[in-house]
T-cell receptor
Framework: KAGVTQTPRYLIKTRGQQVTLSCSPISGHRSVSWYQQTPGQGLQFLFEYFSETQRNKGNFPGRFSGRQFSNSRSEMNVSTLELGDSALYLC????????????FGPGTRLTVL | AQKVTQAQTEISVVEKEDVTLDCVYETRDTTYYLFWYKQPPSGELVFLIRRNSFDEQNEISGRYSWNFQKSTSSFNFTITASQVVDSAVYFCALSGANTGNQFYFGTGTSLTVIP
């Protein structure tokens, strides 16, 4: 069974630009969660999508948004990039039930200059 | 509120030594789930174990073992006879029954196994 895939793996953007990251979950998984990982803040939850609906949201500004498609693939968008958005963005998929383990992708390394 | 504390920031051991990684959690939920993940230098988080709050039985998987104690709100992870391939950052995480599938991660413990 293929694991979670994320594209692109690396991105370099400049302040003010916007970016879209993509995540394909494990086949059969309906939940996709996004996390931001930085050296200073660690792993922080952005949001979770289940069956195309945002089910849970972390404490991030509205510049961070996402969506999920009918095939469970998910995209995350960050608008008006700031230097502080430089991070590793991790996508995780799960079956979607409470307490199910999440399986993570390799991440997208975003650098904002 | 949900919180996970991994007080050990960095640990170094010599190969074949045993090492225990500590994890202390806080939650008001009576039903919750605990996890351990390994993050090697490649960056991908690898799932190791899941425990629910009603199952305090300790678990052993090869050289890995986990000790869950509700009385002290701890879920510690022991690696026996460590190997160089165990070098990674290890994260403990908590998910509450009332917080959806949001995982609350600790700050991680960086383990270096010296050959």
């Amino acid at each position: 069974k293929a694991g979670v895939t994320q594209t692109p793996r690396y991105l370099i953007k400049t302040r003010g630009q916007q970016v879209t990251l993509s995540c394909s979950p494990i086949s059969g998984h309906r939940s996709v969660s996004w996390y931001q990982q930085t050296p200073g803040q660690g792993l922080q939850f952005l949001f979770e999508y289940f069956s195309e609906t945002q089910r849970n949201k972390g404490n991030f500004p509205g510049r961070f948004s996402g969506r999920q498609f009918s095939n469970s693939r998910s995209e995350m968008n960050v608008s008006t990039l700031e230097l502080g958005d430089s991070a590793l963005y991790l996508c995780a998929s799960s079956l979607g039930g409470r307490g199910n383990e999440q399986f993570f992708g390799p991440g997208t390394r975003l650098t904002v200059l | 509120a949900q919180k996970v504390t991994q007080a050990q920031t960095e640990i170094s051991v010599v190969e074949k030594e045993d090492v225990t990684l500590d994890c202390v959690y806080e939650t008001r939920d009576t039903t919750y789930y605990l996890f351990w993940y390994k993050q090697p230098p490649s960056g991908e988080l690898v799932f190791l174990i899941r425990r629910n709050s009603f199952d305090e039985q300790n678990e052993i998987s090869g050289r890995y073992s986990w000790n869950f104690q509700k009385s002290t709100s701890s879920f510690n992870f022991t690696i026996t006879a460590s190997q160089v391939v165990d070098s990674a950052v290890y994260f403990c995480a908590l998910s509450g029954a009332n917080t959806g599938n949001q995982f609350y991660f600790g700050t991680g413990t960086s383990l270096t196994v010296i050959p």
